[in-house]
């Protein structure tokens, strides 16, 4: 089962499920916060999704994903990715 939370944003509340991007996407091992809906009122959000976490503040995640290898970089051949 995901995990959801339920947030404050500006003058609604979104639930978001929190998840890690998949193989194969650019973002793979990252974790991935995905809005799912948006309703007036708190008691509203929590109706439609029971088991989801209130929380203050948020959780938005940095979109910088750091520093990127390049295309050729093989983990498995050449292990993880460090440019320093």
Known sequence: MPDLTIERLDDEWAVYEHSI???GSVLEGMPRRRWLHAFPTLNEAKQAYPKARVI???????PDPGPIPPPWWEAAEHGPWNPE
């Open 56 to 62: 203050e503040g948020t959780t938005r995640i940095n």
């Open 21 to 23: 991007y998949e193989r």
